[in-house]
């Protein structure tokens, strides 16, 4: 058992998880399609926010299966970020607390009402979630380049 994964399966939020790279590529392809989605002006911001937030979502679970891993029960969401900030938190703490708190945010966009996210933090998300993207990207083929397809 990795020692960053250690509380959150003792908790069972978390169970084993044997993924490969055909999985790994097809949560690449949701975040890729996130992203040029959450980039469309013509969606609300409340919108574009959900949709770059998922894209963040995603790259943070193919992270999570790399390490072999995935989470379980409710609040799977919170859970994967953060199991991001187990597997280092100096390198991912920040970005996790981030985007937990985005998740708050598009929770009551997507289940209380419209208007919780405004236009700058849509794109500032976006461009958050493009950068994580490309580190998730990078994390996985340098510590799991069995995953990456050629």
């Known amino acids: 058992m990795k020692r960053h994964s250690a509380r959150l399966l003792r908790e069972g ?19 890729e399609r996130d992203l040029t989605d959450a980039a469309i002006e013509a969606l609300s911001s409340d919108r574009r926010f959900a949709t770059s937030y998922n894209a963040a979502l995603q790259a943070a679970t193919a992270m999570m ?27 991912f703490g920040d970005l996790a607390d981030y985007f937990d708190d985005c998740r708050r945010k598009r929770n009551r966009a997507d289940y209380v009402g419209v208007g919780y996210a405004s236009d700058t933090e849509a794109r500032h998300l976006l461009v958050e979630a493009r950068k994580f993207a490309e580190i998730a990207r990078t994390w996985v083929r340098e510590r799991h380049p069995e995953l990456t397809l050629v």
């Open 13 to 31: 939020r978390i169970r084993p998880h044997r993924t490969n790279p055909a999985e790994i590529a097809d949560l690449f392809a949701v975040v």
């Open 65 to 91: 299966y790399a390490e072999g891993y995935r989470t379980t029960g409710v609040g799977h969401h919170r859970t994967t970020f953060e199991f991001l900030k187990a597997v280092s938190v100096s390198e």
